[in-house]
Each structure stands twice: as structure tokens, then as C-alpha cells.
């Protein structure tokens, strides 16, 4: 008998494995897009209700989006140490002073 497995006919199974790099920053351009949506019907018709709430999932998906990304971002490179920041401080710092 052989080691390997049987070969899967399954598309998805030819993937490699998924690796967790964070939310995807799409859901929060769904929920901007669908604020935007509300906002114009609500424009149109001169329902400031539903202008407001769309105004309000607008700035909700703005939030969403920036979160997804900065944690994404952080998952991919690792938070900082304080060591590292405040390198990054004083080496700004000599090279602000270096350009009077």
C-alpha cells in the first residue's frame, strides 16, 4: 500500500493551506457602499432619517475598513517592541537635528 492519499477531484482541496493574516478590509467597504447607498435614496426622496442612517454606516464602514487593515497589517509584521520605537524616536530625532 502507498502513503499517499487518494487524489481529491474537489477544486478546493488543490489549494495550499490558508494562512490567518487578518479580517478582510472588504466588509468594511460593503457596509461604506451600502451607507452610501441609503444616504442617496435618502437624499433623493428628502428623508433625513435615512440620510442619517446611511451618513452613520458610512463612517461605520470607514472604521471597520481602517480596522481590518491596521490589523492585518500588524498580524503580517508584529507590533513593535518599546526598544524598536524608541530607536525609531531618537534616530528621527539625530537626523532632525543633522538637517539645522
Known amino acids: 500500500m502507498s502513503d499517499e492519499a487518494a487524489p481529491s477531484s474537489h477544486p478546493d482541496d488543490a489549494r495550499a493551506p490558508a494562512v490567518d493574516v487578518g479580517p478582510d478590509p472588504v466588509h468594511g467597504v460593503q457596509i461604506g457602499a451600502f451607507g452610501l447607498l441609503n444616504m ?38 508584529g507590533l513593535p517592541t518599546f526598544a524598536e520605537i524608541r530607536e525609531r524616536m531618537m534616530a528621527s530625532v539625530k537626523s532632525d537635528r543633522a538637517k539645522r
Request: glycine content about 14%; proline content about 0%.
Open 40 to 77: 442617496a435614496l435618502g437624499g433623493a426622496t428628502t428623508q433625513h432619517l435615512w440620510f442619517n442612517l446611511g451618513e452613520g454606516l458610512v463612517l461605520l464602514g470607514a472604521a471597520v475598513f481602517l480596522a481590518c487593515v491596521a490589523i492585518t497589517h500588524f498580524k503580517q509584521r
